[in-house]
């Protein structure tokens, strides 16, 4: 079984133990569902791992779902979810994939309509509803029904709640509606909420926050967004649109003085969350998105707080928030439950890299027609090299792609580099604010060697060498390759290490603890690749490479100079990582990288 198919499992367990009790079930609910987004978010299949004996070190899946996970790969299912799953009509399962169909309306539909079917069933609750029984059932009525058969519609368009956007573009849509929300007179504040603002790679809509004390003027503002198909919903402080590229979004408004409440209870994962409040009760405190009830006495920045007649608390800022359950305040990058909030009690959290600790990016392709095997850039090195001084970078590294081997013999291709050199040195000696290394990005073939010979690549600081071809091959023989073109001298940096493409290619297969392993002996450092479709290193992987202490560099893979403005998604996939500018190479002045890049 793939990874998706047993997330998908696990998530029919959740709905199950969600339409029986959701109270009573409630851990175990968010036990599946975490198990579920973790399963999601490897870069490793489930099935690899198991060989390996590997498969319950993965972090958020706990040892009895591991174990579970582990019958579902020898087996290909699980003997006591499918006892569960009995429980419920199996027709209940399909609606699941619509938007805003939850479990205990998929029941009811089911249930009540009689929908026995589960291979029509989508088709069967549409006739249902164009005739009217939808809105007939207690507590669904005329509105509920034509939402219903609109998020059919989205579904049979592609919209389920399994098509995830990639970061990048889901941040780019935010930003435009954070932006056209920020025009409101009565918006004081406006924040991005959920996955988005935890930077996840992939996310599902699009939440947002706005602090005013006037949320129908808010409302209806977010309502005349230019760029929206058509409003959903609107409620007393709450609404939700759909944007023209069929991407919903949706917008909570919360008075200034309890913003910081909002934003902690939306942004942290649900096992981040739990784990917070489960701490907070331990102290005879109870958190919620209003703030925090006790009846104690609570002290921020050594002021005592006042609390309403309800003894609730409430907080404008959220680092506030933090501090009145005695913990530091958590980067949102880091609130997936792995150990940040046991680190926060003791305020030991480390010190995440930003983007201005960034000196250099190392990965860019120009426009200096070297003839490679990949594509050329758009922007010449001058232009390179003048978007890395706006940027207020103090070195770039050219690394194009190199010279196709099919098309050229060896003396060809060491003309062309010779002609680039020529020019990345001339302009190194006329610009003392910025210097340029001769890098290139190196094929490492299918037998594991390098496609140019040492005679050529004695030419360059370094190489970034990277696999391009022969994705699927088995995971020894994998590894076997990434090693030996690692070996080579003048390899100093892996490029995009796993080779996936988000939404689109699932990364190879290969013993990355070796790999780190080898890496950190060798002085060689990982790339993660700010390139929107790929945040290669995956942030998962980050963490691992920072656990056992091998070297990273932040880069765009850049085709163009505008493209070099991406290098935040990388330093964001870092910040998931828990890595800090002591584990980030670009972060060195130009010396003391220079001295890495000639392995001194």
Same mark, same amino acid.
């Given at each position: 079984?793939?990874?998706?198919?047993?997330?998908?499992?696990?998530?029919?367990?959740?709905?199950?133990?969600?339409?029986?009790?959701?109270?009573?079930?409630?851990?175990?609910?968010?036990?599946?569902?975490?198990?579920?987004?973790?399963?999601? #978010?490897?870069?490793?299949?489930?099935?690899?791992?198991?060989?390996?004996?590997?498969?319950?070190?993965?972090?958020?899946?706990?040892?009895?779902?591991a174990g579970y996970i582990e019958e579902m790969v020898k087996t290909g299912k699980v003997k006591h979810f499918e006892e569960l799953k009995k429980t419920v009509p199996p027709a209940v399962f399909p609606l699941l994939n619509i938007p805003k169909i939850g479990p205990k309306t998929a029941f009811k539909l089911v249930s009540v309509l009689k929908l026995k079917r589960a291979e029509n069933v989508v088709e069967e609750l549409e006739k249902k509803a164009k005739k009217g029984e939808i809105a007939a059932i207690e507590g669904f009525g005329e509105k509920s029904q034509s939402d219903?058969? #609109?998020?059919?519609?989205?579904?049979?368009?592609?919209? /389920?709640?399994?098509?995830?956007?990639?970061?990048?573009?889901?941040?780019?849509?935010?930003?435009?509606?954070?932006?056209?929300?920020?025009?409101?007179?009565?918006?004081?504040?406006?924040?991005?909420?959920?996955?988005?603002?935890?930077?996840?790679?992939?996310?599902?809509?699009?939440?947002?926050?706005?602090?005013?004390?006037?949320?129908?003027?808010?409302?209806?503002?977010?309502?005349?967004?230019? @760029?929206?198909?058509?409003?959903?919903?609107?409620?007393?402080?709450?609404?939700?649109?759909? /944007?023209?590229?069929?991407?919903?979004?949706?917008?909570?408004?919360?008075?200034?003085?309890?913003?910081?409440?909002?934003?902690?209870?939306?942004?942290? !994962?649900?096992?981040?969350?739990?784990?917070?409040?489960?701490?907070?009760?331990?102290?005879?405190?109870?958190?919620?998105?209003?703030?925090?009830?006790?009846?104690?006495?609570? $002290?921020?920045?050594?002021?005592?707080?006042?609390?309403?007649?309800?003894?609730?608390?409430?907080?404008?800022? @959220?680092?506030?928030?933090?501090?009145?359950?005695?913990?530091?305040?958590?980067?949102?990058?880091?609130?997936?439950? $792995?150990?940040?909030?046991?680190?926060?009690?003791?305020?030991?959290?480390?010190?995440?890299?930003?983007?201005?600790?960034?000196?250099?990016?190392?990965?860019?392709?120009?426009?200096?027609?070297?003839?490679?095997?990949?594509?050329?850039?758009?922007?010449?090195?001058?232009?390179?090299?003048?978007?890395?001084?706006?940027?207020?970078?103090?070195?770039?590294?050219?690394?194009?792609?190199?010279?196709?081997? $099919?098309?050229?013999?060896?003396?060809?291709?060491?003309?062309?580099?010779?002609?680039?050199?020529?020019?990345?040195?001339?302009?190194?000696?006329?610009?003392?604010?910025? $210097?340029?290394?001769?890098?290139?990005?190196?094929?490492?073939?299918?037998?594991?060697?390098?496609?140019?010979?040492?005679?050529?690549?004695?030419?360059?600081?370094?190489?970034?060498?990277?696999?391009?071809?022969?994705?699927?091959?088995?995971?020894?023989?994998?590894?076997?390759?990434?090693?030996?073109?690692?070996?080579?001298?003048?390899?100093?940096?892996?490029?995009?290490?796993?080779? #996936?493409?988000?939404?689109?290619?699932?990364?190879?297969?290969?013993?990355?603890?070796?790999?780190?392993?080898?890496?950190?002996?060798?002085?060689?450092?990982?790339?993660?690749?700010?390139?929107?479709?790929?945040?290669?290193?995956?942030?998962?992987?980050?963490?691992?490479?920072?656990?056992?202490?091998?070297?990273?560099?932040?880069?765009?893979?850049?085709?163009? !100079?505008?493209?070099?403005?991406?290098? #935040?998604?990388?330093?964001?996939?870092?910040?998931?990582?828990?890595?800090?500018?002591?584990?980030?190479?670009?972060?060195?002045?130009?010396?003391?990288?220079?001295?890495?890049?000639?392995?001194?």
């Amino acid at each position: 079984m793939t990874n998706s198919e047993i997330a998908k499992t696990l998530r029919d367990i959740a709905a199950v133990y969600s339409i029986k009790d959701e109270k009573k079930h409630y851990f175990q609910i968010a036990a599946y569902q975490r198990a579920a987004d973790t399963l999601e #978010r490897l870069t490793i299949e489930a099935s690899d791992l198991f060989v390996q004996g590997r498969l319950r070190e993965i972090k958020g899946v706990g040892q009895t779902i591991a174990g579970y996970i582990e019958e579902m790969v020898k087996t290909g299912k699980v003997k006591h979810f499918e006892e569960l799953k009995k429980t419920v009509p199996p027709a209940v399962f399909p609606l699941l994939n619509i938007p805003k169909i939850g479990p205990k309306t998929a029941f009811k539909l089911v249930s009540v309509l009689k929908l026995k079917r589960a291979e029509n069933v989508v088709e069967e609750l549409e006739k249902k509803a164009k005739k009217g029984e939808i809105a007939a059932i207690e507590g669904f009525g005329e509105k509920s029904q034509s939402d219903i058969l #609109r998020a059919i519609e989205e579904y049979y368009r592609g919209k /389920t709640k399994t098509r995830r956007m990639v970061f990048p573009f889901a941040l780019e849509i935010a930003e435009r509606v954070v932006s056209y929300l920020k025009k409101c007179p009565e918006a004081k504040q406006v924040e991005i909420l959920g996955s988005l603002r935890r930077k996840a790679e992939t996310v599902g809509d699009i939440d947002i926050a706005v602090a005013s004390d006037q949320p129908q003027k808010v409302l209806a503002w977010f309502g005349k967004y230019p @760029e929206k198909e058509r409003v959903i919903e609107v409620g007393d402080a709450t609404s939700s649109i759909l /944007t023209s590229g069929q991407r919903q979004v949706d917008v909570m408004v919360q008075p200034s003085g309890a913003f910081g409440s909002l934003l902690q209870h939306f942004t942290g !994962s649900k096992a981040h969350n739990i784990h917070l409040r489960t701490y907070a009760q331990s102290k005879g405190l109870s958190l919620s998105e209003y703030g925090i009830k006790s009846s104690k006495q609570i $002290t921020v920045n050594r002021k005592q707080l006042i609390a309403n007649k309800k003894l609730l608390y409430q907080f404008s800022k @959220e680092t506030d928030f933090y501090e009145a359950i005695g913990l530091q305040w958590i980067a949102p990058e880091m609130r997936e439950d $792995t150990g940040e909030i046991e680190l926060a009690i003791k305020h030991k959290l480390p010190d995440l890299v930003e983007l201005k600790d960034i000196k250099g990016d190392l990965h860019t392709h120009s426009s200096f027609n070297i003839e490679p095997s990949h594509d050329l850039g758009a922007n010449t090195i001058g232009e390179m090299a003048k978007k890395a001084e706006n940027l207020g970078y103090k070195y770039l590294g050219l690394a194009e792609h190199n010279p196709s081997i $099919t098309a050229h013999n060896n003396n060809q291709i060491y003309d062309l580099l010779c002609r680039r050199n020529m020019v990345i040195e001339k302009i190194n000696t006329s610009n003392t604010n910025i $210097t340029l290394f001769k890098l290139l990005e190196v094929d490492i073939q299918a037998d594991g060697n390098l496609a140019l010979d040492d005679k050529i690549l004695e030419l360059l600081d370094g190489a970034i060498v990277s696999i391009h071809s022969s994705f699927r091959l088995e995971k020894d023989e994998m590894t076997k390759r990434i090693l030996k073109g690692l070996s080579h001298p003048k390899a100093r940096i892996l490029g995009h290490p796993t080779g #996936r493409l988000l939404n689109e290619r699932p990364g190879i297969e290969a013993d990355w603890p070796d790999i780190f392993e080898f890496c950190q002996k060798n002085n060689k450092a990982l790339e993660i690749n700010s390139w929107p479709y790929r945040l290669d290193l995956p942030d998962t992987m980050v963490r691992e490479a920072v656990k056992m202490g091998v070297k990273m560099v932040i880069d765009t893979d850049s085709h163009a !100079s505008d493209q070099m403005d991406v290098m #935040r998604y990388g330093v964001y996939t870092a910040r998931r990582g828990w890595a800090t500018k002591e584990n980030i190479l670009n972060t060195l002045p130009p010396d003391m990288f220079r001295k890495w890049l000639e392995n001194k």
